[in-house]
């Protein structure tokens, strides 16, 4: 079984900080991207930050400068720290990653459950 579990969401202040992060189990052949997005309650899912095999990572306008995601040293994890976090963010966030599994010859996008992020007035 391929699994992707995120954890660190928990209840802040604004303008306090979070490190998410989200490891990836199962028999993997190679992971090409990884994607971090959030869900508000009552709104559409949305695109947060993304980090490719080569390194290089894209934000969402309405985190970039504050938000940075990062492979862990451990090779199927990702993280994403938070800094100066509103009340806008949040939100449920939940990992991504287009993963090739061994034996499979194509790659395949699977989810995390979420962890949920509440950040206070």
């Known amino acids: 079984q391929l699994e992707l579990a995120e954890s660190g969401g928990d209840l802040v202040q604004a303008g306090g900080s979070l490190r998410l992060s989200c490891a990836a189990s199962?028999?993997?052949?190679?992971?090409?991207?990884w994607n971090w997005y959030r869900q508000a309650r009552g709104k559409q899912r949305e695109w947060v930050a993304g980090?490719?095999?080569?390194?290089?990572?894209n934000y969402a306008d309405s985190v970039k400068g504050r938000f940075t995601i990062s492979r862990g040293d451990a090779k199927y994890t990702v993280y994403l720290e938070m800094n100066s976090l509103k009340p806008e963010d949040t939100a449920i966030y939940y990992c991504?990653?287009?993963?090739?599994?061994?034996?499979?010859?194509?790659?395949?996008?699977?989810w995390g459950q979420g962890t949920q992020v509440t950040v206070s007035s």
């Open positions: 980090i490719i095999s080569g390194g290089r990572t």
């Open positions: 199962g028999i993997i052949f190679d992971i090409n991207s």
């Open positions: 991504n990653a287009n993963i090739r599994r061994t034996g499979s010859g194509r790659y395949d996008d699977y």
